[in-house]
């Protein structure tokens, strides 16, 4: 199958190149750092890989507010290794993006400048403990739809990177539904606390797949290039069937009153999203975009004279070397 | 873009290598960006080995290594090609002879 490119570039080089690319493609052969890529392909992946990235680290933040809080000292462990564990992926996708030739500066800088994107949801507050819980089972059950068909993406070193994420992101979501468990075991204030977080996380969490697959104009030349598998309504239909069950589990309800199985579709309907509000959130004017962009300036100027020490003095060992 | 946030040049790039404790070799794990070879060590172990995947690291900056040319695939694995007999399937073995 050929696809008219969309950039000039590519286009005017329909070359030996761009076949043995295609073709590559076709028979399922990952793409790697050093081999030749239509231009577009390149930016594609290094703007996804990139949001990608920079939602695992801005994502720390929600959690983060809650480790000093957590009810155990069992909790705060485990919530500090999930959040530890959310560093590291965004640190395997910087890595995987710097191999397609951009500084990991430039990616730094993007983010902190506020031009790049990152995931919606974290633009909301963590309020309650349950937010822990909804996280852990919504935000990252969710993620975990969207990310394991990209560990079978062309790009090889993003495949690679999503199959470690996709291991650890089990942990993260049982650990959140267990929260939710025993929340919903708990007392009636308890149990109401895990049904108000529900409803908070709800339709965030059904908005993490994207726009509408009728507004989603990039997806067709990423499911030929293989960095997107199925499209966002497909995924999204999945995330809503799988949950729906387990929210039934907990005894909780979902915030969606049209929410019902439909026997012969073999899927349950669901609502109409708020797609003004994602878009809103995605601009700018969530309830914590600045509060999430302060953070990370904060940090990243804070640890400026570290990151300044280290290499002065690696490089003063180099010279007495 | 905030003050300082280009001061300092990035940390040089590592590749990380991690043998696991089952009689495999090193295998390359991913990259990571650190001062020296101790950070680099230390990070890599942070980031590479949260599950008791390693018993072994080896670090390696990335800019000392050569790698092959992929648009050269095909001439230098060439030599390889058309030598089928380094392969003991290329020999047929008479009926009912053992051990070989
Ligand atoms: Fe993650
Ligand atoms: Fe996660």
Same mark, same amino acid.
């Given at each position: 199958?050929?696809? !008219?490119?969309?950039?000039?570039?590519?286009?005017?080089?329909?070359?030996?190149?761009?076949?043995?690319?295609?073709?590559?493609?076709?028979?399922?052969?990952?793409?790697?750092?050093? $081999?030749?890529?239509?231009?577009?392909?390149?930016?594609?992946?290094?703007?996804?890989?990139?949001?990608?990235?920079?939602?695992?680290?801005?994502?720390? &933040?929600?959690?983060?507010?809650?480790?000093?809080?957590?009810?155990?000292?069992?909790?705060?462990?485990?919530?500090?290794?999930?959040?530890?564990?959310?560093?590291?992926? /965004?640190?395997?996708?910087?890595?995987?993006?710097?191999?397609?030739?951009?500084?990991?500066?430039?990616?730094?800088?993007?983010?902190?400048? /506020?031009?790049?994107?990152?995931?919606?949801?974290?633009?909301?507050?963590?309020?309650?403990?349950? $937010?822990?819980?909804?996280? #852990?089972?919504?935000?990252?059950?969710?993620?975990?739809?969207?990310?394991?068909?990209?560990?079978? @993406?062309?790009?090889? *070193?993003?495949?690679?990177?999503?199959?470690?994420?996709?291991?650890?992101?089990?942990?993260?979501?049982?650990?959140?539904?267990?929260?939710?468990?025993? &929340? @919903?075991?708990?007392?009636? *204030?308890?149990?109401?606390?895990? !049904?108000?977080?529900? $409803?908070?996380?709800?339709?965030?969490?059904?908005?993490?797949?994207? *726009?509408?697959?009728?507004?989603?104009?990039?997806?067709?030349?990423?499911?030929?290039?293989?960095?997107?598998?199925?499209?966002?309504?497909?995924?999204?239909?999945?995330?809503?069937?799988?949950?729906?069950?387990?929210?039934?589990?907990?005894?909780?309800?979902?915030?969606? @009153?049209? &929410?019902?199985?439909?026997?012969?579709? /073999?899927?349950?309907?669901? #609502?109409?999203?708020?797609?003004?509000?994602?878009?809103?959130?995605?601009?700018?004017?969530?309830? @914590?975009?600045?509060?999430? &962009?302060?953070?990370?300036?904060?940090?990243?100027?804070?640890?400026?004279?570290?990151?300044?020490?280290?290499?002065?003095?690696?490089?003063?060992?180099?010279?007495?070397? | 873009?905030?003050?300082?946030?280009?001061?300092?040049?990035?940390?040089?790039?590592?590749?990380?290598?991690?043998?696991?404790? =089952?009689?495999?070799?090193?295998?390359?794990?991913?990259?990571?960006?650190?001062?020296?070879?101790?950070?680099?060590?230390?990070?890599?172990?942070?980031?590479?080995?949260?599950?008791?995947?390693?018993?072994?690291?080896? %670090?390696?900056?990335?800019?000392?290594?050569?790698?092959?040319?992929?648009?050269?695939?095909?001439?230098?694995?060439?030599?390889?090609?058309?030598? %089928?007999?380094? =392969?003991?399937?290329?020999?047929? %073995?008479?009926?009912?002879?053992?051990?070989?």
């Amino acid at each position: 199958m050929y696809t !008219q490119m969309v950039d000039v570039e590519a286009a005017g080089a329909a070359s030996d190149e761009q076949r043995r690319f295609d073709e590559k493609l076709d028979r399922g052969v990952t793409i790697e750092p050093k $081999d030749w890529m239509p231009e577009a392909y390149r930016k594609t992946l290094v703007r996804q890989i990139s949001q990608h990235a920079h939602s695992e680290i801005v994502g720390m &933040l929600p959690e983060g507010n809650w480790i000093t809080r957590a009810p155990s000292l069992e909790r705060k462990l485990i919530l500090l290794a999930k959040v530890q564990d959310e560093a590291g992926h /965004g640190l395997y996708l910087y890595s995987a993006a710097e191999t397609l030739g951009v500084a990991r500066d430039e990616l730094t800088e993007a983010l902190l400048s /506020g031009r790049a994107k990152y995931s919606s949801i974290f633009n909301y507050p963590t309020l309650t403990w349950a $937010d822990v819980g909804a996280i #852990g089972w919504l935000v990252d059950g969710a993620a975990i739809i969207n990310q394991i068909p990209l560990t079978r @993406c062309s790009y090889g *070193p993003y495949a690679r990177a999503m199959t470690r994420i996709c291991k650890e992101e089990s942990f993260h979501q049982r650990q959140g539904f267990d929260v939710m468990v025993k &929340l @919903c075991a708990g007392t009636a *204030p308890q149990k109401a606390m895990a !049904q108000d977080a529900l $409803d908070r996380w709800w339709w965030p969490a059904v908005m993490m797949f994207g *726009p509408p697959d009728s507004a989603s104009p990039n997806s067709e030349q990423s499911m030929h290039w293989k960095i997107k598998l199925f499209s966002n309504d497909e995924l999204r239909q999945r995330f809503i069937d799988q949950t729906a069950p387990q929210a039934d589990a907990l005894g909780l309800v979902i915030p969606d @009153c049209e &929410l019902r199985w439909n026997e012969a579709r /073999g899927h349950y309907d669901f #609502g109409a999203v708020d797609w003004d509000e994602f878009y809103r959130v995605v601009r700018g004017d969530g309830p @914590c975009n600045r509060d999430r &962009l302060r953070a990370r300036v904060d940090a990243w100027e804070e640890g400026a004279w570290v990151r300044e020490a280290a290499l002065a003095h690696a490089e003063k060992r180099t010279r007495r070397a | 873009m905030p003050k300082n946030a280009r001061a300092v040049r990035d940390w040089p790039l590592w590749e990380i290598f991690i043998r696991s404790d =089952h009689g495999l070799a090193h295998k390359h794990v991913g990259s990571l960006h650190a001062a020296d070879a101790t950070m680099a060590l230390q990070n890599a172990r942070d980031v590479y080995t949260r599950r008791n995947e390693g018993t072994s690291i080896w %670090v390696v900056r990335a800019a000392d290594i050569t790698a092959s040319v992929p648009a050269e695939r095909g001439a230098f694995f060439d030599p390889a090609e058309d030598k %089928v007999y380094r =392969h003991p399937t290329f020999f047929t %073995v008479p009926e009912g002879v053992k051990h070989l």
